[in-house]
C-alpha cells in the first residue's frame, strides 16, 4: 500500500490533489489535479468532510474487462499448450473440458479468477463461456451462481462461444440461445469462413433479435489474410436489421489484408455500429507463431484507423493461464501497460485511457463508473505520479478502494487450485 495513504473511517472524506488522467501519453504526461468527494460509498457534491491529500498520485477509475474466458482460465498446469499455436490451443481445451469441466471445477477456478481481478481493481466483467451442447448445461447455471455470490463486489455478464458451424436453425442451437437468454446472457460465436457463412449469421442475428439479446463475437482471429468475416459480419447486421449492441473480438487478420480491403470493410463496420475489443497480450502470444520462426508482426488489429472512423475500440485480457495464453493475472493496469507498447497507444492526440473503463461500460451496459456524483466510488490509486512512472512499474502497491472503502489486496495462492490440476 502507499505508504502514506490512509483513507479515514469516515463514511464521508474528500481527497485532494489527486492525478486524474487527462491523456495517455507519455510525451504529454501531465495530469489534472483534483478534488473527488466521498460519501456513504458514492462520488458525492462538494462537502468539508476529513481530508485526504494524494500529493499528485494518480486516481483511475475502476477498470471494466469487456472479454474474459473465465471457465477456461488456470488449467495451464494440467493443460498447457504443447507448442503455443492457437490449433493446439483449440484442441487441448476441447480435451481438458471433456475431461474436467464438471461444476466444481468450473466454479473454483471462475472464483479464483474473481479473486484476482478485485484484488487489481476490475469492477465489471464480461466472460465467453465455452457453450457447444453438453457444456452449456453446466457452465451457464455455475455463473449465474456465481454472479449472485459476486454481486457488489463484480459487476459480471457472460456469452456464448461455439464455432459458426455450430449455428443453424436446429433444437441444439436454439437450446443453447436460449439458455443464455434465460440467465440474461449474450449470443456469440466464432467466425471463420464456412461455404454458408451469410446463412449461418442471418440465423444468428435473427436469433439474438428475436430474445433481445446483445451480440458479441470472436472474429478473424488468425494470421491469415484471406480469413475476412468481418465484412460479412457488418452485412449481416445490416441485412437482418439488427439493433442491439455487437461486439468485435480480435479482428487479427485484417491487419494484413490490402488498404483497399481494409477501407471497405472499416467503413462498413462503422455503417453497422459494430464496436471493436483488442486482446493484445493474448494475440502477441498466439498469432504468427511457427517454430524457429520470429514473429513477424504483433497480432493485433488496427485500432487507430478503426478509432479514426468513429468505431468505439476498447482493450481486455482474455485468457488467463489456459492453452491459449500461458499468462495473465486479469490485471487491467498490466493490459493498459502492455498495450500501451504493443499497440502504440502513446503520442496520440486524443487518450485512449476510457477504452480500458468508461467505453466497454457503455457497450455492455454495466453501470456508470466516471468519477461523477452519484457513482459508485470505486477507483484505483498508484503512487505513480504521471503516464511515464505509471507504465514503467507493476504498480503492486496501488490501492484498491469499493464503495469508498480499501478492499484488502492479498492475491489468492495458487496452491488454492493445486487439487484440480491432479489428472482424475
Request: aromatic fraction near 8%; hydrophobic fraction near 40%; glycine fraction near 6%.
Amino acid at each position: 500500500m502507499i505508504d502514506f495513504l490512509q483513507l479515514p473511517e469516515s463514511k464521508r472524506y474528500r481527497i485532494v490533489n489527486a492525478g486524474v488522467p487527462t491523456s495517455t501519453s507519455p510525451a504529454n504526461p501531465e495530469v489534472d489535479a483534483t478534488e473527488i468527494f466521498v460519501e456513504a460509498g458514492l462520488i458525492s457534491e462538494p462537502h468539508d468532510g476529513p481530508v485526504v491529500d494524494l500529493r499528485g498520485s494518480m486516481l483511475l477509475p475502476a477498470f471494466t474487462d469487456m472479454h474474459t474466458h473465465l471457465d477456461k482460465g488456470h488449467i495451464w498446469p494440467r493443460s498447457p499448450n504443447p507448442d503455443g499455436t492457437f490449433e493446439s490451443a483449440l484442441a487441448t481445451v476441447q480435451a481438458d473440458r471433456t475431461r474436467n469441466w464438471r461444476a466444481e471445477d468450473v466454479r473454483r477456478r471462475m472464483e479464483f479468477s474473481l479473486k484476482c481481478a478485485h484484488s487489481h481493481g476490475t469492477r465489471a466483467i464480461r466472460t465467453h463461456l465455452d457453450s457447444a451442447s453438453p457444456q452449456h448445461l453446466i457452465s451457464w447455471p455455475v455463473f449465474d451462481e456465481v454472479r449472485s455470490d459476486w454481486s457488489g463486489r463484480i459487476e459480471l455478464q457472460a456469452v456464448t462461444i461455439l464455432g459458426i458451424e455450430e449455428v443453424d436453425d436446429s433444437d441444439k442451437f436454439t437450446d443453447i440461445a436460449n439458455t443464455a437468454a434465460k440467465f440474461g446472457g449474450v449470443l456469440g460465436c466464432v467466425t471463420y469462413p464456412v461455404a454458408d457463412l451469410d446463412r449461418r449469421l442471418d440465423i444468428f442475428f435473427s436469433m439474438a433479435a428475436e430474445r433481445a439479446m446483445d451480440a458479441d463475437l470472436h472474429v478473424d482471429e488468425s494470421s491469415d489474410r484471406n480469413v475476412a468475416t468481418l465484412g460479412s459480419i457488418a452485412k449481416a447486421i445490416m441485412r437482418v436489421g439488427f439493433e442491439g449492441k455487437t461486439v468485435a473480438g480480435h479482428c487479427c487478420s485484417i491487419a494484413l489484408q490490402p488498404d483497399s480491403q481494409v477501407s471497405e470493410t472499416l467503413d462498413l463496420v462503422a455503417k453497422a455500429g459494430i464496436s471493436v475489443v483488442s486482446l493484445p497480450m493474448c494475440n502477441l502470444y498466439l498469432q504468427n507463431r511457427l517454430n524457429d520462426h520470429t514473429p513477424r508482426w504483433r497480432g493485433v488489429t488496427l485500432i487507430h484507423e478503426m478509432r479514426s472512423r468513429g468505431i468505439k475500440v476498447c482493450f481486455a485480457s482474455d485468457n488467463t493461464r489456459d492453452p491459449f495464453y500461458a499468462y495473465g493475472d486479469l490485471d487491467m493496469i498490466e493490459v493498459l501497460r502492455e498495450s500501451t507498447r504493443i499497440c502504440h497507444l502513446d503520442h496520440c492526440a486524443d487518450s485512449w485511457f476510457n477504452s480500458f473503463t468508461t467505453i466497454p461500460s457503455e457497450i455492455c451496459g454495466f453501470t456508470g463508473n466516471n468519477l461523477l456524483p452519484g457513482d459508485s466510488a470505486d477507483f484505483v490509486i498508484c503512487s505513480a505520479r504521471n503516464w511515464s512512472e505509471l507504465l514503467s512499474r507493476p504498480q503492486m502497491d496501488r490501492v484498491v478502494v469499493r464503495n469508498g472503502r480499501t478492499v484488502n489486496r492479498k492475491l489468492p495462492s495458487y496452491s488454492e487450485l493445486d487439487d484440480l490440476m491432479e489428472e482424475e
